[in-house]
T-cell receptor, first 115, second 111 residues
Framework: EAGVVQSPRYKIIEKKQPVAFWCNPI?????LYWYRQNLGQGPELLIR????????DSQLPKDRFSAERLKGVDSTLKIQPAELGDSAVYLC?????????????FGPGTRLLVL | QKEVEQNSGPLSVPEGAIASLNCTYS??????FFWYRQYSGKSPELIMFIYSNGDKEDGRFTAQLNKASQYVSLLIRDSQPSDSATYLCAVNGGSARQLTFGSGTQLTVLP
């Protein structure tokens, strides 16, 4: 069974430029998560989708970040414009549903460097 | 106070020894507890989960949960150099209603 797929794996951009990340969750997983992981820290939730609905985006910096999950499968996370502090690893995860006992499976992540 | 706290390490143990990783959490309503392993430059990979007080064993790994003390630990027996990684404790089911991670403990197993 294929795992969570993310692209690109690496991205280097200059500040003020836009950037987008793509995620394809495990087949059949209804819940999709975007996390940001800074160096030496654990992942922090940015947004959670249940099917196509964003049910928790309280930690998404909405002035520059946006996300969508069309048709409840693939998802895209966008930053516009990027700032130096956005340099981090952006992880996508998925789970069958949203219960607290449900295991989340992570994709390989996208390493973003903003110059 | 951080919601999930771990000693950042680094923790070094000799090959074959028992590695003990500890985690405390602040939300008494937390219900589910996970240990993820993260190799350098890779994404987190689930090792174990535990929901009830006591011990849960899976091969060389044992997770221990004490809800009264708000404490969860991971023991790795017969540690191998391949166990060298950062171990992330994660907690779910509390008031935050999301999976909350600690900062991780870096483990090095010396050959």
């Amino acid at each position: 069974e294929a795992g969570v797929v993310q692209s690109p794996r690496y991205k280097i951009i200059e500040k003020k430029q836009p950037v987008a990340f793509w995620c394809n969750p495990i087949s059949g997983h209804n819940t999709l998560y975007w996390y940001r992981q800074n160096l030496g820290q654990g992942p922090e939730l940015l947004i959670r989708y249940e099917n196509e609905e964003a049910v928790d985006d309280s930690q998404l910096p909405k002035d520059r970040f946006s996300a969508e999950r069309l048709k409840g499968v693939d998802s895209t996370l966008k930053i516009q414009p990027a700032e130096l502090g956005d340099s981090a690893v952006y992880l996508c995860a998925s789970s069958l549903d949203v219960t607290s006992r449900e295991t989340q499976y992570f994709g390989p992540g996208t390493r973003l460097l903003v110059l | 106070q951080k919601e999930v706290e771990q000693n950042s390490g680094p923790l070094s143990v000799p090959e074959g020894a028992i590695a003990s990783l500890n985690c405390t959490y602040s939300d008494r309503g937390s219900q589910s507890f996970f240990w993820y392993r993260q190799y350098s430059g890779k994404s987190p990979e689930l090792i174990m989960f535990i929901y009830s007080n006591g011990d849960k064993e899976d091969g060389r790994f044992t997770a221990q949960l004490n809800k009264a003390s708000q404490y969860v630990s991971l023991l790795i027996r017969d540690s191998q150099p391949s166990d060298s990684a950062t171990y992330l404790c994660a907690v779910n089911g509390g008031s935050a209603r999301q999976l909350t991670f600690g900062s991780g403990t870096q483990l090095t197993v010396l050959p």
